[in-house]
Antibody
Framework: GLLVESGGGVVQPGRSLTVSCVAS????????MHWVRQAPGKGLEWVAA????????YYTESLKGRFTISRDNSKNTLYLQMNSLTVDDTAMYYC????????????????WGQGTFVTVSS | EIVLTQSPDFQSVTPKEKVTITCRAS??????LHWYQQKPGQSPRLLIK???QTISGVPSRFSGSGSGTDFTLTINGLEAEDAAAYYC????????FGGGTKVEIK
């Protein structure tokens, strides 16, 4: 399986940005998916997850209401919309596949993308 | 939120030496604990799942143990290519990661 993120870049504080993750070489629609971020020089932070069919989503408490995870199974694509960005959101954003069998969502992360870097700066 | 505390934060190790990294959970998580390796400039890679289950393609020198709140990742016979950061991750409740352990080769 392969995951390729895109959409990162430089964005001003307070603005919005959507990053994407395209899946290939596996059946995307039967797996829950996650976003995990890593600030420069820091550890991994789980951001959000979405169920295999997109009907359920889950967020780390501190980002709830500001970030939205979604997916389009017809395009094998995962999204993360980020609103009201602050400098603390500057990080590498990774998408990761959840290894749980459908309809589960919370297991090990067995495939990771290479990441897309988001810089929030004026 | 379940907090995972890794120790040590940093370890400098001679090749062929044994490395032990621990991960302690703030409450019991059964065996829902996974380990990842992240080399500089790369994305994380799954090493061990559910505390002790091996992953295809991962060298046999990597092993995991533990249950409940205390877990260990062991590297038996460190090799130069093992220089990396190692993270634990729990999947009992909303996912959380440990703070990481950086392993340096002496």
């Amino acid at each position: 399986g392969l995951l390729v993120e895109s959409g990162g870049g430089v964005v001003q504080p307070g603005r919005s940005l959507t990053v994407s993750c395209v899946a290939s070489e596996f059946t995307f629609k039967i797996y829950a998916m996650h976003w995990v971020r890593q600030a420069p020089g820091k550890g991994l932070e789980w951001v959000a997850a979405v169920s295999y069919d997109g009907t359920k989503d889950y967020y780390t408490e501190s980002l709830k209401g500001r970030f939205t995870i979604s997916r389009d199974n017809s395009k094998n694509t995962l999204y993360l919309q980020m609103n009201s960005l602050t400098v603390d959101d500057t990080a590498m954003y990774y998408c990761a596949r959840d290894a749980a069998l459908v309809p589960g969502w919370n297991s090990d992360f067995d495939i990771w993308g290479q990441g897309t870097f988001v810089t929030v700066s004026s | 939120e379940i907090v995972l505390t890794q120790s040590p934060d940093f370890q400098s190790v001679t090749p062929k030496e044994k490395v032990t990294i621990t991960c302690r959970a703030s409450q019991s998580i059964g065996s829902s604990l996974h380990w990842y390796q992240q080399k500089p400039g790369q994305s994380p890679r799954l090493l061990i799942k559910y505390a002790s289950q091996t992953i295809s393609g991962v060298p046999s020198r990597f092993s995991g143990s533990g249950s409940g709140t205390d877990f260990t990742l062991t590297i038996n016979g460190l090799e130069a290519e093992d220089a990396a950061a190692y993270y634990c991750h729990q999947s009992t409740s909303f996912p959380t990661f440990g703070g990481g352990t950086k392993v340096e080769i002496k």
